[in-house]
């Protein structure tokens, strides 16, 4: 049993679980980085020794606990090494996970319950009539609307507060949908939550299991065959989303054209697209324009975005 490492602020006590409660008082020993920790005290009445950090721990030390500031540098660093990083309530698939994680995982736990008590509260008999009315096709538009703002908020360059906002207005989409399907007893916010570690995980086995890779695209082509295998595809083009805006559509097609042996240099998709221009052909210039881009690993879609509001902005 290795060192037990225990990411909590000292303003953030009551965020303790009690399974990391137990564990900290089977330990003969918990070492603080801030002497005035809460637990500390508490700790102490449970017949724990304590004590402040004053140099570094061992990572094989079984007998001892830290509890240090979520953003400590040490918390990887210890994990790296082979101690164990608690993660709170959440179930994460190593300790190196929590260790990366643990500068916002339990303030995100807090922050994230606190959306889903709102959003259920918005939809219940007490809530709001509005909210109640919504399914999820009368959403779609707003959830469209949400998303442009955010690639807005991105494309002038305002990463800051108005991207926090925007993303935190896409977020309330998310949630939306998911309570209106726990209402109907489909699925709830949870399950959406799982899905998509689930998903994580199993296309990164890179870094969650023994796959090597060298590059980036590797990483990709690993990603689209695990892909292909989970949604058991038999066709090259098999959900590729009719709806995407053109250029985004041409992207995507492409890329999975790439994956059964479609590709072109950068100047061959120049001269095609040079070429049906000549020909006033408009729509196969841009298709090739957009195998330019990918040649050149830039996204048509968003390098056009882009373009339309730097003019917009300049008249």
């Known amino acids: 049993m290795p060192l037990l490492v225990v990411p909590c602020a000292s303003s953030g006590a009551d965020q303790l679980t009690l399974g990391e409660w137990r564990k900290l008082i089977a330990r003969e020993r918990v070492f603080f980085e801030d002497g005035s920790h809460p637990l500390a005290a508490q700790l102490q009445d449970a017949g724990v020794a304590t004590g402040t950090l004053t140099a570094e721990p061992e ?36 300790d190196l996970t929590a260790a990366h994680g643990s500068y916002v995982g ?77 209402d109907d007893g489909r699925f709830d916010i949870a399950g959406v939550a799982q899905s998509i570690v689930t998903k994580l995980i199993a296309r990164h086995p890179h870094v ?18 695990i892909k292909a295998t989970e949604k058991e595809r038999t066709g090259t083009f098999d959900d590729v989303p009719a709806g995407l805006p053109a250029l985004a559509y041409a992207h995507k097609i492409q890329k999975r054209a790439a994956g059964a042996g479609f590709e072109v240099s950068e100047g061959a998709a120049l001269e095609r697209a040079e070429g049906s221009l000549r020909d006033g052909d408009v729509g196969a210039a841009l298709f090739w324009l957009v195998a330019l881009a990918r040649a050149r690993h830039l996204d048509a879609e968003g390098e056009l975005r882009r373009e339309v509001v730097r003019f917009r902005d300049s008249r």
Request: glycine fraction near 6%.
């Open 106 to 182: 339990r303030l995100a736990q807090a922050k994230l319950g606190e959306l889903s008590y709102v959003m259920a509260r918005l939809r219940s008999a007490d809530g709001c009539p509005w909210d109640r009315e919504q399914d999820h096709a009368s959403l779609t538009v707003h959830l469209i609307e949400e998303t442009h703002e955010v690639l807005d908020a991105i494309d002038r360059g305002s990463w800051s507060s108005e991207l926090e906002e925007e993303l935190g207005d896409l977020l309330l989409q998310v949630f939306f949908h998911a309570q209106m399907a726990h």
């Open 208 to 225: 969650f299991g023994d796959v090597e890779v060298e590059t980036a695209g590797e990483v990709v082509a690993n990603w689209e065959a």
């Open 59 to 94: 990572a094989d030390d079984a007998t001892a606990a830290v509890v240090v500031d979520p953003s400590s540098e040490r918390i990887v660093a210890l994990a790296r090494a082979g101690a164990e990083v608690s993660a709170g309530m959440s179930d994460v698939p190593d």
